[in-house]
């Protein structure tokens, strides 16, 4: 399956839409705002530029991208009248996969820009905002043309499922949609290695649009320690591959199609981070903080595992009916959200997020 062709958020603003399902990565953000907020002040106060150039990758849809383009904007602007600077114009572009629900946040600039404008009666400079379709895992933007990179919940996403994990053409991963303890090793291998690649170019392109001294706030899911399965957030893949298989039981899928479908995605551990930032060495690692949610609260009077459910619905529905058909996604999210509210009786599921600010070198 061609993941830049194909993966995206669920759009709009419907019940199972990712607008209406992001509260948790609205969360994360929130954890990791001083440390956005301090990176750009930081980089404004040292090479105070009269155009300002922003980039937020895997923006997705919704109103957590406007929101955190304006925090920075604001404090761009209150950082410039404590230093009695004119403040500068800002180029903002947005850039997500093109199957990316645009629309819905072209949408909201008109009311995006009025907020601004109410809160800015100094005769700021003026603000550009446009998109940026297309995969991070490359070049996207002129050399030197940014001086701030800001990425939230989008690099544990990988460029594609690793192709090491497939023999003649089927997975070797069977019965799994990840790497889980019945996974052989060279599964958790291939991803490793699939993560060192996308994550160093990313690194590496990254390097040659940002401005010398530019910077970047990164916000990923990630594990703990070494072990790749933990009850964290390798432990929600194995819930939705035993809800897949409730189904195959049932006689609803067919087993070749939980056989045949792993996801793109990968919880790098720390260490695994810093590796490839010192490798790559085109940053330096300004902070890497460790975020735990928590997530055991009701929300709107619903479970956690049907919050959960509907969370991670909003994220694979495009895959998951791409490859098993759009009839069984009520059943099987149905199912997953059961599970996870059993799983969670018996204890706690651990999720952890990085927040990481890098500076150019």
Not at 8 to 14: C, I
Not at 318 to 339: P, Q
Request: hydrophobic fraction near 35%.
């Amino acid at each position: 399956m061609d993941v830049e062709k194909v993966f995206h958020m669920k759009g709009g603003v419907g019940h199972t839409s990712y607008a209406r399902n992001s509260s948790l990565q609205k969360e994360v953000s929130d954890m990791v705002k001083d440390i956005t907020l301090e990176a750009i002040q930081e980089l404004y106060l040292t090479t105070t530029p009269k155009s300002l150039g922003i980039a937020d990758l895997g923006c997705s849809s919704g109103p957590n991208t406007l929101s955190i383009i304006k925090d920075i904007i604001e404090a761009v602007q209150r950082t410039s009248r404590k230093i009695f600077h004119p403040t500068p114009e800002f180029r903002v572009y947005l850039n997500d996969l093109p199957s990316n629900d645009f629309n819905s946040i072209f949408k909201a600039l008109p009311d995006f820009s009025k907020g601004l404008s109410k809160e800015r009666n100094d005769g700021s400079a003026p603000i550009y905002i446009g998109g940026y379709p297309g995969s991070f895992y490359g070049r996207l933007f002129p050399n030197n043309s940014l001086h701030f990179v800001y990425s939230s919940c989008s690099l544990h996403w990988l460029s594609r499922v690793p192709p090491a994990i497939y023999e003649q053409g089927k997975s070797i991963n069977k019965g799994s949609v990840h790497i889980s303890e019945s996974s052989p090793p060279g599964v958790s291998q291939a991803y490793l290695k699939q993560f060192q690649e996308d994550f160093t170019l990313f690194l590496k392109s990254r390097s040659e649009e940002l401005t010398l001294g530019g910077r970047m706030v990164l916000i990923l899911l990630g594990r703990k320690g070494p072990d790749h399965v933990d009850r964290g957030n390798s432990f929600f893949w194995e819930l939705l591959s035993q809800s897949v298989a409730i189904l195959v039981s049932k006689g609803e899928v067919e087993e070749e199609k939980l056989d045949s479908y792993d996801v793109h995605f990968y919880a790098p551990s720390r260490d695994e981070i810093e590796d490839e930032v010192r490798k790559e060495g085109s940053f330096e690692l300004d902070r890497l903080e460790v975020l735990e949610l928590d997530q055991r609260g009701d929300k709107d009077n619903e479970s956690y595992g049907t919050s959960c459910a509907r969370t991670v619905r909003a994220i694979q529905e495009s895959m998951i009916a791409k490859h098993f058909g759009e009839k069984l996604l009520d059943s099987l999210f149905e199912t997953y959200g059961r599970l996870i509210d059993e799983e969670s009786a018996k204890g706690d599921i651990n999720p952890i997020s990085f927040g990481i600010a890098l500076r150019k070198l």
